[in-house]
């Protein structure tokens, strides 16, 4: 049998809302926060502790994401929205493609049938 959570009708909504930071390739950081309705990315990025993890000049050169797509600091989240924290890019990604390309070669998919 489910149980029902008894929430006072005078109190404030909460969302919740997962911070993800990947410092390195199978390397991430993520803090599940619950936060008042309304909330901005900014609130999170506060609210979440990475500014004094990182730093603000580390967090300066990182972009703002949510689920995967790009967002300003002044957007207000969702309940169950993943706010991540994007590092710059290394390398472009149609370059990295070419460089694979050369290296490997057009490498082809075996036919089923």
Excluded: N
């Amino acid at each position: 049998m489910a149980h029902a959570e008894v929430v006072p009708v005078d109190a404030p909504a909460l969302i919740s809302v997962d911070v993800v930071y990947a410092a390195a390739p199978h390397q991430v950081d993520w803090v599940a926060l619950r936060l008042p309705a309304g909330s901005t990315a900014r609130d999170a990025l506060r609210a979440s502790g990475f500014g004094g993890r990182l730093g603000a000049e580390r967090l300066d050169h990182l972009s703002l994401g949510l689920w995967g797509r790009a967002c300003a600091p002044d957007t207000v989240l969702r309940d169950q929205d993943r706010l991540e924290l994007l590092r710059p890019l290394v390398v472009d990604p149609k370059q990295a493609r070419r460089q694979r390309y050369r290296r490997d070669g057009l490498r082809k998919a075996p036919r089923r049938g």
